[in-house]
């Protein structure tokens, strides 16, 4: 079992819909969530970014944290055509474990956002 | 501009000729790691490094090895490269060693015939 669960997608949306990613996660260690965005041929770039529990939001993302189901959301309103990408959802235990600063991925969400 | 580069970004080569592929960062950054990216199984990293001259190995560090000589660099070799390590790679830096935002570069596509 991955230690980091996300469905691969492909998800498809309209214009100005509000998109829903999510993952699953068996670590308890972890306590650092990102969600990272990549564009086809390029590095991941990081969206959002937030320790423990509860909710973030910059512009039109929102970053929702539940440790105790453990499990992470991210919900973009109002998507665009230029949010077509792959999210990814990525962890890390702040090097409790040792590795440093080590994120552990997961597989990425492929989104296309329509006209 | 702060960055991550990669060199090259793209190679096709064969079993066993050994190459390496050059990560540089010019944001001083302590932290510098090497991932790999495969369909279905999501980024791996492969060896990270806290410092220069301490490096240490990541979840799939086999066929691999890395040096930490200067902050700024961080080049990946595969000294005997084989078909299963034709993946897409990708080299990061962050500024804190255990937590922080991690900057990744464009990547470098692999291939081995």
């Known amino acids: 079992q991955k230690e980091v669960e996300q469905d691969p997608g492909p998800l498809s949306v309209p214009e100005g819909a509000i998109v829903s990613l999510n993952c699953t996660y068996s670590?308890?260690?972890?306590?650092?969530f990102m969600w990272y965005r990549q564009y086809s041929r390029k590095g991941p770039e990081l969206l959002m970014y937030?320790?423990?529990?509860g909710n973030k939001e910059d512009g039109r993302f929102t970053a929702q944290v539940d440790k105790s189901s453990k499990y992470i959301s991210l919900f973009i309103r109002d998507s665009q055509p230029s949010d077509s990408a792959t999210y990814l959802c990525?962890?890390?235990?702040?090097?409790?474990?040792?590795?440093?600063?080590?994120?552990?991925f997961g597989t990425g969400t492929q989104l296309k956002v329509e006209l | 501009e702060a960055q991550v580069t990669q060199n090259p970004r793209y190679l096709i080569t064969v079993t066993g000729k050994k190459l390496t592929v050059t990560c540089s960062q010019n944001?001083?950054?302590?932290?510098m790691s090497w991932y790999r990216q495969d369909p279905g199984l999501g980024l791996r990293q492969i060896y990270y490094?806290?410092?220069?001259?301490?490096?240490d190995k990541g979840d799939v560090p086999e066929g691999y090895k890395v040096s930490r000589k200067e902050k700024r660099n961080f080049p990946l070799i595969l000294e005997s490269p084989s078909p299963n390590q034709t993946s897409l790679y990708f080299c990061?830096?962050?500024?804190?060693?255990?937590?922080?935002?991690?900057?990744f570069g464009p990547g470098t596509r692999l291939t081995v015939l």
């Open positions: 944001m001083n950054h302590e932290y």
């Open positions: 490094s806290m410092n220069v001259e301490v490096t």
């Open positions: 670590n308890s260690a972890f306590q650092y």
């Open positions: 937030t320790y423990s529990s």
């Open positions: 990525a962890m890390s235990d702040g090097g409790l474990t040792g590795g440093g600063n080590k994120l552990t």
């Open positions: 990061a830096s962050s500024l804190g060693t255990v937590i922080g935002e991690q900057f």
